[in-house]
Protein backbone atom coordinates (compact mmCIF):
# COMPACT_ATOMS: atom_id res chain seq x y z
CA UNK A 1 0.00 0.00 0.00
CA UNK A 2 1.47 3.61 -0.58
CA UNK A 3 2.01 5.70 1.98
CA UNK A 4 -0.35 8.81 2.95
CA UNK A 5 0.99 12.11 2.11
CA UNK A 6 -0.57 14.76 4.02
CA UNK A 7 1.30 17.80 2.39
CA UNK A 8 -0.72 19.70 -0.08
CA UNK A 9 2.54 19.77 -2.54
CA UNK A 10 3.05 17.80 -5.12
CA UNK A 11 5.51 14.76 -4.45
CA UNK A 12 7.87 12.81 -6.64
CA UNK A 13 7.91 9.07 -6.13
CA UNK A 14 10.72 6.88 -7.06
CA UNK A 15 10.57 3.59 -9.12
CA UNK A 16 9.67 1.82 -5.79
CA UNK A 17 6.45 4.20 -5.19
CA UNK A 18 8.03 5.73 -1.75
CA UNK A 19 8.89 9.72 -2.13
CA UNK A 20 11.99 10.27 -3.41
CA UNK A 21 14.65 12.08 -0.54
CA UNK A 22 14.60 15.85 -0.50
CA UNK A 23 17.77 16.49 -1.81
CA UNK A 24 16.62 14.59 -5.11
CA UNK A 25 13.60 16.04 -5.43
CA UNK A 26 14.80 19.58 -4.93
CA UNK A 27 17.38 18.81 -8.20
CA UNK A 28 14.73 17.04 -9.82
CA UNK A 29 11.92 19.96 -9.46
CA UNK A 30 15.57 22.52 -10.52
CA UNK A 31 15.94 20.34 -13.68
CA UNK A 32 12.04 20.25 -14.51
CA UNK A 33 11.98 23.86 -14.30
CA UNK A 34 14.70 24.58 -16.46
CA UNK A 35 13.58 22.68 -18.90
CA UNK A 36 10.32 24.59 -19.25
CA UNK A 37 12.53 27.45 -19.25
CA UNK A 38 14.61 26.64 -22.47
CA UNK A 39 11.55 26.33 -23.90
CA UNK A 40 10.94 29.86 -23.74
CA UNK A 41 13.58 32.11 -22.36
CA UNK A 42 13.07 35.91 -22.08
CA UNK A 43 16.66 36.52 -23.56
CA UNK A 44 16.65 34.71 -26.76
CA UNK A 45 20.62 34.74 -26.51
CA UNK A 46 20.07 32.16 -23.38
CA UNK A 47 18.27 29.92 -25.07
CA UNK A 48 18.11 26.30 -27.14
CA UNK A 49 15.92 26.24 -29.09
CA UNK A 50 17.42 28.29 -31.78
CA UNK A 51 20.03 25.73 -34.60
CA UNK A 52 22.86 28.66 -33.84
CA UNK A 53 22.96 28.23 -30.05
CA UNK A 54 21.63 24.58 -29.53
CA UNK A 55 25.08 23.05 -29.08
CA UNK A 56 26.77 26.11 -27.57
CA UNK A 57 27.36 25.74 -24.03
CA UNK A 58 30.16 27.65 -23.17
CA UNK A 59 31.19 26.64 -19.34
CA UNK A 60 31.40 28.84 -16.48
CA UNK A 61 34.81 30.77 -15.78
CA UNK A 62 36.40 33.18 -13.72
CA UNK A 63 38.53 35.81 -15.17
CA UNK A 64 41.41 34.05 -13.89
CA UNK A 65 40.68 30.45 -14.59
CA UNK A 66 39.92 31.20 -18.22
CA UNK A 67 43.48 32.09 -18.60
CA UNK A 68 45.61 29.62 -15.78
CA UNK A 69 45.51 26.50 -18.25
CA UNK A 70 45.47 27.76 -21.41
CA UNK A 71 47.60 30.99 -21.34
CA UNK A 72 50.66 29.12 -21.86
CA UNK A 73 49.27 27.49 -25.14
CA UNK A 74 47.60 30.71 -26.39
CA UNK A 75 51.30 32.90 -25.63
CA UNK A 76 53.01 30.14 -27.89
CA UNK A 77 50.61 30.40 -30.67
CA UNK A 78 50.55 34.24 -30.48
CA UNK A 79 54.29 34.74 -30.82
CA UNK A 80 54.36 32.45 -33.79
CA UNK A 81 52.27 34.40 -35.50
CA UNK A 82 54.70 37.67 -34.56
CA UNK A 83 57.49 36.21 -35.49
CA UNK A 84 56.41 33.85 -38.79
CA UNK A 85 53.03 36.58 -40.20
CA UNK A 86 53.85 39.71 -41.36
CA UNK A 87 50.85 41.63 -40.81
CA UNK A 88 50.98 40.14 -37.11
CA UNK A 89 54.60 41.53 -36.62
CA UNK A 90 53.42 44.77 -38.66
CA UNK A 91 50.46 45.33 -35.68
CA UNK A 92 51.91 45.25 -32.63
CA UNK A 93 55.05 47.41 -34.21
CA UNK A 94 52.83 49.82 -35.48
CA UNK A 95 51.02 49.66 -31.54
CA UNK A 96 54.61 50.20 -30.15
CA UNK A 97 54.82 52.90 -32.40
CA UNK A 98 51.84 54.67 -31.65
CA UNK A 99 52.54 54.45 -27.73
CA UNK A 100 56.02 55.04 -27.34
CA UNK A 101 57.74 55.63 -30.67
CA UNK A 102 61.37 57.23 -29.81
CA UNK A 103 60.63 57.91 -26.05
CA UNK A 104 58.76 59.52 -23.45
CA UNK A 105 60.04 62.94 -22.35
CA UNK A 106 59.20 63.50 -18.82
CA UNK A 107 57.13 66.08 -17.56
CA UNK A 108 57.45 66.47 -13.71
CA UNK A 109 54.45 67.68 -11.56
CA UNK A 110 54.95 67.35 -8.13
CA UNK A 111 51.81 68.83 -6.12
CA UNK A 112 53.01 71.66 -4.66
CA UNK A 113 50.10 72.05 -2.60
CA UNK A 114 50.59 68.37 -0.55
CA UNK A 115 54.10 69.39 -0.47
CA UNK A 116 54.18 72.73 1.13
CA UNK A 117 55.26 74.60 -2.05
CA UNK A 118 54.78 77.65 -4.04
CA UNK A 119 53.94 76.91 -7.60
CA UNK A 120 56.89 78.45 -8.90
CA UNK A 121 59.23 76.23 -6.17
CA UNK A 122 57.75 73.39 -7.22
CA UNK A 123 58.37 74.47 -11.08
CA UNK A 124 61.94 74.63 -10.41
CA UNK A 125 61.97 71.74 -8.65
CA UNK A 126 60.84 69.86 -11.43
CA UNK A 127 63.31 71.60 -13.69
CA UNK A 128 65.74 69.58 -11.56
CA UNK A 129 64.27 66.56 -11.33
CA UNK A 130 63.98 66.42 -15.36
CA UNK A 131 67.58 67.38 -16.19
CA UNK A 132 68.46 64.27 -13.66
CA UNK A 133 66.06 62.13 -15.49
CA UNK A 134 67.63 62.79 -18.77
CA UNK A 135 71.17 61.86 -17.04
CA UNK A 136 70.03 58.92 -16.07
CA UNK A 137 68.04 57.79 -19.15
CA UNK A 138 69.60 59.17 -21.57
CA UNK A 139 72.89 57.95 -20.49
CA UNK A 140 75.22 56.80 -23.22
CA UNK A 141 76.62 53.64 -21.08
CA UNK A 142 73.20 52.42 -20.76
CA UNK A 143 73.22 52.29 -16.62
CA UNK A 144 69.58 52.42 -16.25
CA UNK A 145 69.34 48.90 -17.87
CA UNK A 146 70.66 46.33 -15.89
CA UNK A 147 71.74 44.21 -18.92
CA UNK A 148 73.22 47.48 -20.35
CA UNK A 149 72.22 47.55 -23.94
CA UNK A 150 69.20 50.12 -23.80
CA UNK A 151 68.42 53.46 -22.57
CA UNK A 152 65.02 54.14 -21.08
CA UNK A 153 63.26 54.30 -24.69
CA UNK A 154 64.66 50.90 -25.33
CA UNK A 155 63.46 49.49 -21.73
CA UNK A 156 59.94 51.19 -22.45
CA UNK A 157 59.81 49.57 -26.11
CA UNK A 158 60.55 46.13 -25.17
CA UNK A 159 58.14 46.22 -22.48
CA UNK A 160 55.12 47.53 -24.46
CA UNK A 161 56.20 44.78 -27.02
CA UNK A 162 55.21 42.43 -24.52
CA UNK A 163 51.95 44.22 -23.28
CA UNK A 164 50.79 45.25 -26.82
CA UNK A 165 51.91 42.14 -28.34
CA UNK A 166 51.35 38.53 -27.74
CA UNK A 167 51.99 37.97 -23.88
CA UNK A 168 49.68 40.85 -22.62
CA UNK A 169 51.89 41.94 -19.81
CA UNK A 170 54.86 43.12 -19.33
CA UNK A 171 57.45 42.25 -15.97
CA UNK A 172 60.62 44.01 -14.77
CA UNK A 173 62.95 43.90 -12.65
CA UNK A 174 64.22 47.07 -10.70
CA UNK A 175 67.41 46.15 -9.30
CA UNK A 176 70.09 48.08 -7.61
CA UNK A 177 73.51 48.16 -9.06
CA UNK A 178 76.33 48.74 -6.22
CA UNK A 179 79.04 49.01 -9.84
CA UNK A 180 77.14 51.78 -11.28
CA UNK A 181 79.32 55.06 -11.39
CA UNK A 182 76.44 57.35 -11.41
CA UNK A 183 72.89 56.56 -10.21
CA UNK A 184 72.50 52.95 -9.03
CA UNK A 185 69.14 52.35 -9.82
CA UNK A 186 68.42 49.75 -12.85
CA UNK A 187 65.30 48.18 -15.25
CA UNK A 188 65.77 44.46 -16.16
CA UNK A 189 62.85 43.61 -18.51
CA UNK A 190 61.78 40.25 -17.75
CA UNK A 191 60.00 37.69 -20.14
CA UNK A 192 56.35 37.11 -18.68
CA UNK A 193 56.79 32.91 -19.65
CA UNK A 194 59.26 32.73 -16.60
CA UNK A 195 56.52 33.85 -14.18
CA UNK A 196 54.88 30.90 -12.49
CA UNK A 197 53.87 28.96 -9.60
CA UNK A 198 57.19 27.08 -8.76
CA UNK A 199 57.26 23.26 -10.14
CA UNK A 200 53.95 23.74 -11.73
CA UNK A 201 51.79 23.26 -8.90
CA UNK A 202 48.09 23.88 -8.61
CA UNK A 203 46.71 27.77 -7.88
CA UNK A 204 45.65 28.13 -4.71
CA UNK A 205 44.02 30.88 -2.61
CA UNK A 206 47.07 32.99 -2.06
CA UNK A 207 48.87 31.91 -5.40
CA UNK A 208 47.51 32.57 -9.00
CA UNK A 209 49.86 32.00 -11.97
CA UNK A 210 52.96 32.28 -10.26
CA UNK A 211 51.62 35.88 -8.30
CA UNK A 212 51.36 35.58 -4.74
CA UNK A 213 48.20 37.63 -3.58
CA UNK A 214 46.50 38.93 -0.39
CA UNK A 215 43.58 37.89 1.24
CA UNK A 216 42.07 41.43 -1.33
CA UNK A 217 43.80 40.05 -3.97
CA UNK A 218 46.65 42.58 -4.51
CA UNK A 219 50.09 40.99 -5.28
CA UNK A 220 52.49 40.69 -2.49
CA UNK A 221 55.24 38.99 -4.65
CA UNK A 222 56.22 37.02 -7.59
CA UNK A 223 57.68 33.55 -8.67
CA UNK A 224 60.26 33.80 -11.66
CA UNK A 225 62.16 31.07 -13.19
CA UNK A 226 65.79 31.64 -13.37
CA UNK A 227 65.83 30.62 -17.12
CA UNK A 228 62.39 30.59 -19.61
CA UNK A 229 61.18 27.07 -20.17
CA UNK A 230 62.04 27.27 -23.77
CA UNK A 231 66.05 28.17 -23.02
CA UNK A 232 67.88 25.46 -24.46
CA UNK A 233 71.80 25.00 -23.22
CA UNK A 234 74.14 22.70 -21.14
CA UNK A 235 72.70 20.93 -17.94
CA UNK A 236 69.65 23.64 -17.63
CA UNK A 237 70.04 23.73 -14.10
CA UNK A 238 68.27 26.99 -13.90
CA UNK A 239 65.14 25.65 -15.68
CA UNK A 240 63.83 24.12 -12.42
CA UNK A 241 64.76 27.16 -9.98
CA UNK A 242 62.07 29.73 -8.74
CA UNK A 243 63.11 32.81 -6.79
CA UNK A 244 60.43 34.43 -4.93
CA UNK A 245 60.84 37.99 -5.65
CA UNK A 246 58.56 40.31 -3.27
CA UNK A 247 56.76 43.32 -5.18
CA UNK A 248 58.15 46.25 -2.73
CA UNK A 249 60.62 46.71 0.21
CA UNK A 250 59.57 47.06 3.59
CA UNK A 251 59.79 51.00 3.10
CA UNK A 252 58.14 50.95 -0.47
CA UNK A 253 60.54 50.91 -3.06
CA UNK A 254 59.15 49.12 -6.05
CA UNK A 255 61.06 45.71 -6.88
CA UNK A 256 58.86 43.66 -9.24
CA UNK A 257 56.90 45.93 -11.91
CA UNK A 258 53.72 44.08 -13.54
CA UNK A 259 52.03 46.25 -16.16
CA UNK A 260 48.62 44.13 -17.86
CA UNK A 261 45.04 45.22 -18.55
CA UNK A 262 42.64 43.63 -15.98
CA UNK A 263 39.96 42.57 -18.37
CA UNK A 264 37.72 40.78 -15.38
CA UNK A 265 37.78 41.29 -11.96
CA UNK A 266 40.09 38.73 -10.05
CA UNK A 267 43.11 38.14 -13.26
CA UNK A 268 46.29 38.57 -11.80
CA UNK A 269 47.89 37.85 -14.96
CA UNK A 270 47.44 39.62 -18.28
CA UNK A 271 45.91 38.69 -21.73
CA UNK A 272 46.76 39.63 -25.28
CA UNK A 273 44.18 41.68 -27.65
CA UNK A 274 45.26 39.42 -30.25
CA UNK A 275 43.78 36.68 -28.32
CA UNK A 276 40.14 36.77 -30.01
CA UNK A 277 41.44 37.34 -33.39
CA UNK A 278 43.63 34.50 -33.37
CA UNK A 279 41.91 32.29 -35.30
CA UNK A 280 41.31 34.60 -37.76
CA UNK A 281 45.60 35.46 -38.02
CA UNK A 282 45.73 31.17 -38.72
CA UNK A 283 42.99 30.87 -41.47
CA UNK A 284 44.02 34.01 -43.24
CA UNK A 285 47.73 33.49 -43.31
CA UNK A 286 46.53 29.50 -44.26
CA UNK A 287 44.91 30.77 -47.08
CA UNK A 288 47.39 32.87 -48.33
CA UNK A 289 49.52 30.28 -48.75
CA UNK A 290 47.77 27.92 -50.25
CA UNK A 291 46.81 31.18 -52.99
CA UNK A 292 50.29 31.73 -53.52
CA UNK A 293 50.78 28.18 -53.93
CA UNK A 294 48.73 27.65 -56.83
CA UNK A 295 49.33 30.51 -58.17
CA UNK A 296 53.10 29.57 -58.09
CA UNK A 297 51.60 26.01 -59.94
CA UNK A 298 49.69 27.77 -62.45
CA UNK A 299 52.86 29.96 -63.41
CA UNK A 300 54.96 26.65 -64.00
CA UNK A 301 55.06 25.72 -67.93
CA UNK A 302 55.37 22.07 -68.52
CA UNK A 303 56.24 20.69 -71.58
CA UNK A 304 55.52 16.74 -72.64
CA UNK A 305 57.25 14.45 -74.69
CA UNK A 306 54.58 11.13 -76.19
CA UNK A 307 56.06 8.53 -77.75
CA UNK A 308 54.41 7.55 -81.51
CA UNK A 309 54.37 3.96 -80.47
CA UNK A 310 51.19 2.29 -79.78
CA UNK A 311 52.33 -0.59 -76.98
CA UNK A 312 49.85 -3.32 -78.78
CA UNK A 313 51.10 -2.56 -82.45
CA UNK A 314 54.68 -2.52 -81.13
CA UNK A 315 54.02 -5.96 -79.74
CA UNK A 316 52.16 -7.92 -82.78
CA UNK A 317 55.00 -6.18 -84.60
CA UNK A 318 57.92 -7.82 -82.86
CA UNK A 319 56.12 -10.79 -82.82
CA UNK A 320 56.17 -10.60 -78.79
CA UNK A 321 53.74 -12.96 -76.97
CA UNK A 322 52.94 -13.23 -72.91
CA UNK A 323 52.62 -11.03 -70.22
CA UNK A 324 56.22 -11.08 -68.98
CA UNK A 325 57.51 -10.23 -72.36
CA UNK A 326 55.06 -7.15 -72.79
CA UNK A 327 56.48 -5.83 -69.11
CA UNK A 328 60.28 -6.64 -70.02
CA UNK A 329 59.26 -4.56 -73.40
CA UNK A 330 57.88 -1.71 -71.48
CA UNK A 331 61.04 -1.92 -69.20
CA UNK A 332 63.75 -1.76 -72.23
CA UNK A 333 61.56 0.92 -73.71
CA UNK A 334 61.58 2.67 -70.47
CA UNK A 335 64.95 2.78 -69.62
CA UNK A 336 66.09 3.94 -73.30
CA UNK A 337 64.00 7.18 -73.42
CA UNK A 338 65.52 7.25 -69.40
CA UNK A 339 69.49 7.02 -71.59
CA UNK A 340 68.38 8.97 -74.35
CA UNK A 341 66.92 12.50 -73.16
CA UNK A 342 69.44 12.13 -69.94
CA UNK A 343 72.39 12.26 -72.55
CA UNK A 344 70.76 14.92 -74.55
CA UNK A 345 68.53 16.78 -72.56
CA UNK A 346 65.78 19.63 -73.79
CA UNK A 347 67.08 22.77 -71.85
CA UNK A 348 64.65 25.59 -71.76
CA UNK A 349 64.85 28.36 -69.45
CA UNK A 350 61.86 28.24 -66.99
CA UNK A 351 59.90 24.80 -68.68
CA UNK A 352 60.71 21.51 -67.55
CA UNK A 353 60.15 18.97 -70.01
CA UNK A 354 58.90 15.67 -69.15
CA UNK A 355 58.80 12.15 -71.14
CA UNK A 356 56.00 10.22 -70.74
CA UNK A 357 55.21 6.71 -71.24
CA UNK A 358 54.22 4.69 -74.74
CA UNK A 359 50.28 5.18 -74.83
CA UNK A 360 50.02 8.37 -72.40
CA UNK A 361 48.54 11.49 -72.89
CA UNK A 362 49.03 14.51 -70.72
CA UNK A 363 46.26 16.73 -69.96
CA UNK A 364 45.91 20.16 -68.63
CA UNK A 365 43.18 22.11 -66.26
CA UNK A 366 42.81 25.69 -65.82
CA UNK A 367 42.08 26.13 -62.47
CA UNK A 368 40.77 29.77 -61.66
CA UNK A 369 43.63 31.29 -59.28
CA UNK A 370 44.45 33.49 -57.66
CA UNK A 371 40.57 33.58 -56.71
CA UNK A 372 39.09 36.68 -57.13
CA UNK A 373 37.98 37.16 -54.01
CA UNK A 374 41.04 36.67 -51.97
CA UNK A 375 41.72 40.29 -51.99
CA UNK A 376 38.56 41.19 -50.44
CA UNK A 377 38.97 38.22 -47.67
CA UNK A 378 41.89 39.24 -46.60
CA UNK A 379 41.26 42.82 -46.49
CA UNK A 380 37.98 41.65 -44.05
CA UNK A 381 40.20 40.04 -41.78
CA UNK A 382 42.46 42.70 -41.47
CA UNK A 383 39.84 44.92 -40.73
CA UNK A 384 38.52 42.69 -37.29
CA UNK A 385 42.16 41.98 -36.56
CA UNK A 386 43.04 45.68 -36.49
CA UNK A 387 39.76 46.79 -34.67
CA UNK A 388 40.54 44.39 -32.02
CA UNK A 389 43.90 45.32 -31.13
CA UNK A 390 42.91 48.90 -31.31
CA UNK A 391 44.30 50.20 -35.14
CA UNK A 392 42.68 51.52 -38.37
CA UNK A 393 42.84 49.51 -41.39
CA UNK A 394 45.12 51.90 -42.85
CA UNK A 395 47.69 51.56 -40.25
CA UNK A 396 47.71 47.61 -39.93
CA UNK A 397 47.73 47.81 -43.84
CA UNK A 398 49.68 50.61 -44.60
CA UNK A 399 47.55 50.98 -47.60
CA UNK A 400 45.92 54.92 -47.82
CA UNK A 401 44.85 54.42 -51.16
CA UNK A 402 41.09 54.74 -50.42
CA UNK A 403 40.87 57.80 -47.89
CA UNK A 404 40.32 61.33 -47.93
CA UNK A 405 41.35 64.61 -45.59
CA UNK A 406 37.77 64.05 -44.07
CA UNK A 407 37.94 60.23 -43.22
CA UNK A 408 41.77 60.23 -42.30
CA UNK A 409 41.46 62.65 -39.98
CA UNK A 410 38.02 61.29 -38.49
CA UNK A 411 39.65 57.34 -37.68
CA UNK A 412 42.95 58.77 -36.25
CA UNK A 413 40.82 60.83 -34.00
CA UNK A 414 38.50 57.65 -33.58
CA UNK A 415 42.22 55.59 -32.86
CA UNK A 416 43.82 58.12 -30.74
CA UNK A 417 41.62 58.25 -27.96
CA UNK A 418 42.34 54.21 -27.45
CA UNK A 419 46.04 54.74 -27.89
CA UNK A 420 46.11 57.37 -25.38
CA UNK A 421 44.25 55.34 -23.05
CA UNK A 422 47.13 52.27 -23.94
CA UNK A 423 49.92 54.44 -23.01
CA UNK A 424 48.00 55.84 -19.98
CA UNK A 425 47.62 52.52 -18.70
CA UNK A 426 51.07 51.33 -19.11
CA UNK A 427 52.84 55.03 -17.97
CA UNK A 428 50.92 54.41 -14.47
CA UNK A 429 51.91 50.44 -14.39
CA UNK A 430 55.10 50.33 -15.88
CA UNK A 431 56.89 54.15 -15.63
CA UNK A 432 55.26 54.96 -12.67
CA UNK A 433 57.11 52.35 -10.21
CA UNK A 434 60.61 52.72 -11.80
CA UNK A 435 60.01 56.87 -11.64
CA UNK A 436 59.08 56.31 -7.87
CA UNK A 437 62.44 54.33 -7.36
CA UNK A 438 64.33 56.69 -9.44
CA UNK A 439 63.14 59.84 -7.47
CA UNK A 440 64.15 57.82 -3.88
CA UNK A 441 67.51 57.59 -5.09
CA UNK A 442 67.66 61.09 -6.23
CA UNK A 443 66.34 62.54 -2.96
CA UNK A 444 68.33 60.01 -0.94
CA UNK A 445 71.63 61.39 -2.83
CA UNK A 446 70.59 64.86 -1.85
CA UNK A 447 71.14 66.02 -5.56
CA UNK A 448 67.78 68.20 -5.61
CA UNK A 449 67.80 71.43 -3.80
CA UNK A 450 64.79 71.66 -1.96
CA UNK A 451 62.93 75.17 -0.90
CA UNK A 452 62.70 75.64 2.82
CA UNK A 453 59.55 73.76 4.43
CA UNK A 454 59.29 70.96 1.59
CA UNK A 455 57.53 68.08 2.92
CA UNK A 456 60.34 65.11 2.18
CA UNK A 457 60.35 62.67 -0.26
CA UNK A 458 59.77 59.64 2.70
CA UNK A 459 56.67 61.59 3.86
CA UNK A 460 54.94 61.96 0.79
CA UNK A 461 56.34 59.54 -2.29
CA UNK A 462 53.01 59.91 -3.92
CA UNK A 463 52.78 63.86 -3.97
CA UNK A 464 56.36 64.13 -5.67
CA UNK A 465 55.51 61.16 -8.31
CA UNK A 466 52.96 62.95 -10.10
CA UNK A 467 54.26 63.71 -13.88
CA UNK A 468 52.99 63.42 -17.48
CA UNK A 469 54.89 61.57 -20.25
CA UNK A 470 55.24 62.86 -23.19
CA UNK A 471 55.09 60.37 -26.00
CA UNK A 472 54.97 60.59 -29.64
CA UNK A 473 53.23 62.78 -31.75
CA UNK A 474 49.87 62.41 -32.73
CA UNK A 475 50.87 63.93 -36.43
CA UNK A 476 49.48 66.34 -38.94
CA UNK A 477 47.38 65.44 -41.83
CA UNK A 478 47.07 69.01 -43.14
CA UNK A 479 49.58 70.98 -41.21
CA UNK A 480 48.76 74.47 -42.27
CA UNK A 481 44.94 74.34 -40.86
CA UNK A 482 45.53 72.16 -38.07
CA UNK A 483 48.40 74.30 -36.82
CA UNK A 484 45.92 77.13 -37.40
CA UNK A 485 43.43 75.61 -35.54
CA UNK A 486 45.89 74.96 -32.46
CA UNK A 487 46.88 78.46 -32.61
CA UNK A 488 42.91 79.43 -32.51
CA UNK A 489 42.34 77.18 -29.46
CA UNK A 490 45.57 78.54 -27.70
CA UNK A 491 44.35 82.01 -28.14
CA UNK A 492 40.90 81.41 -27.39
CA UNK A 493 41.96 80.02 -23.86
CA UNK A 494 40.55 76.78 -24.93
CA UNK A 495 43.89 74.70 -24.84
CA UNK A 496 47.68 75.36 -23.39
CA UNK A 497 50.96 75.63 -24.84
CA UNK A 498 51.74 73.01 -22.85
CA UNK A 499 48.76 70.35 -24.27
CA UNK A 500 49.39 71.37 -27.97
CA UNK A 501 52.68 70.70 -28.15
CA UNK A 502 52.61 67.34 -25.88
CA UNK A 503 49.96 66.26 -28.53
CA UNK A 504 53.31 66.40 -31.29
CA UNK A 505 55.46 65.03 -28.77
CA UNK A 506 57.08 67.71 -27.74
CA UNK A 507 58.06 70.08 -24.26
CA UNK A 508 57.31 73.28 -24.81
CA UNK A 509 59.69 74.03 -22.04
CA UNK A 510 63.01 73.01 -23.80
CA UNK A 511 61.48 74.07 -27.21
CA UNK A 512 61.04 77.76 -25.28
CA UNK A 513 64.80 77.55 -24.24
CA UNK A 514 65.88 76.61 -28.19
CA UNK A 515 63.78 79.68 -29.47
CA UNK A 516 65.41 81.74 -26.90
CA UNK A 517 68.92 80.20 -27.79
CA UNK A 518 68.38 80.74 -31.55
CA UNK A 519 67.14 84.38 -30.82
CA UNK A 520 70.02 85.08 -28.96
CA UNK A 521 72.86 84.22 -31.20
CA UNK A 522 70.83 85.94 -34.24
CA UNK A 523 70.97 89.32 -32.35
CA UNK A 524 74.62 88.44 -31.47
CA UNK A 525 74.88 88.07 -35.41
CA UNK A 526 73.19 91.27 -36.38
CA UNK A 527 70.23 89.94 -37.67
CA UNK A 528 66.57 90.66 -37.42
CA UNK A 529 65.23 87.30 -35.57
CA UNK A 530 61.87 88.23 -36.40
CA UNK A 531 62.13 88.49 -40.52
CA UNK A 532 61.32 85.16 -40.82
CA UNK A 533 58.47 85.27 -38.62
CA UNK A 534 56.92 87.98 -39.90
CA UNK A 535 57.82 87.16 -43.76
CA UNK A 536 55.68 83.82 -42.52
CA UNK A 537 52.70 85.59 -41.17
CA UNK A 538 52.24 87.58 -44.14
CA UNK A 539 52.20 84.98 -46.65
CA UNK A 540 49.92 83.21 -44.10
CA UNK A 541 47.53 85.92 -44.26
CA UNK A 542 47.51 86.29 -48.25
CA UNK A 543 46.51 82.67 -48.44
CA UNK A 544 43.95 83.17 -46.15
CA UNK A 545 42.57 86.21 -47.85
CA UNK A 546 42.80 84.99 -51.48
CA UNK A 547 41.68 81.67 -51.04
CA UNK A 548 38.13 80.80 -53.05
CA UNK A 549 35.51 80.00 -50.72
CA UNK A 550 34.21 77.30 -53.33
CA UNK A 551 37.75 75.70 -52.73
CA UNK A 552 37.21 75.95 -49.19
CA UNK A 553 33.60 73.42 -49.31
CA UNK A 554 35.44 71.61 -51.91
CA UNK A 555 37.89 70.46 -49.88
CA UNK A 556 35.24 69.05 -47.31
CA UNK A 557 33.55 67.13 -50.38
CA UNK A 558 34.46 63.42 -49.47
CA UNK A 559 37.02 61.03 -51.93
CA UNK A 560 34.84 59.78 -54.17
CA UNK A 561 33.17 63.10 -55.17
CA UNK A 562 36.08 64.96 -55.73
CA UNK A 563 37.45 61.85 -57.78
CA UNK A 564 33.99 62.27 -60.03
CA UNK A 565 34.91 65.95 -60.16
CA UNK A 566 38.70 65.59 -61.40
CA UNK A 567 37.56 62.61 -63.95
CA UNK A 568 34.56 64.55 -65.37
CA UNK A 569 35.47 68.26 -64.88
CA UNK A 570 33.59 69.18 -67.65
CA UNK A 571 29.44 69.27 -68.32
CA UNK A 572 29.25 67.76 -64.87
CA UNK A 573 28.29 70.40 -61.79
CA UNK A 574 30.43 69.50 -58.36
CA UNK A 575 28.33 68.39 -55.46
CA UNK A 576 29.07 70.16 -52.74
CA UNK A 577 27.88 70.79 -49.22
CA UNK A 578 26.01 73.99 -48.29
CA UNK A 579 27.77 75.97 -45.87
CA UNK A 580 26.54 76.52 -42.53
Known sequence: MSPTVTSSAPVLLGPDSNPLPAGVRNAARMQMSRNRMMASTAYQGAGYDNPSLAKWRPGSFSGQAALRWERPELVDRLNDAARNDGWSAAGVSRLVDNIVGSGWTLSAKPNFTSLNMSYEDAEEVADQIEALWRDYTLDVD??????????????????????????????????????????????????????????????????????????????????????????????????????????????????????????????????????????????????????????????????????????????????VDGQSAVGNMYGAISEAQKAYYGAAPIDMPGVRVNTLQPGETAKFTRPEHPNANFDVFVNAALRKIASAVGLTYEQLSMDWSKVNYSSARAALLEIWRGLTGKKSNIAAQFMGPIYRAFLEEVFDKGLVKLPAGAVPFEDNPAAWCHAEWIGPARGWIDPMREAEAAGMRISTNLSTLQAESAEQGRDWKMDAMQKKRERDFYIKLGLDPDSGRTEARIQSQSVTQTKDPDDEIEEEVNGDERESARRHPVGIPSIRRSPV
Open 142 to 319: KWCDAERSKTMSGILGLAARHRFGPDGEAFALVVWRDDAPGFQTAVQVVDPGRCSNPMGRMDSEFMRDGVEIDSYGAATAYYFRRAHPGDVFTGMPNQWIWDRVERQTEWGRPMVVHAFEQKRAGMTRGVSDWAPVIRSIKQYTDYEDFECQAALLNAVMAAFIETPFDPDELMDSLG
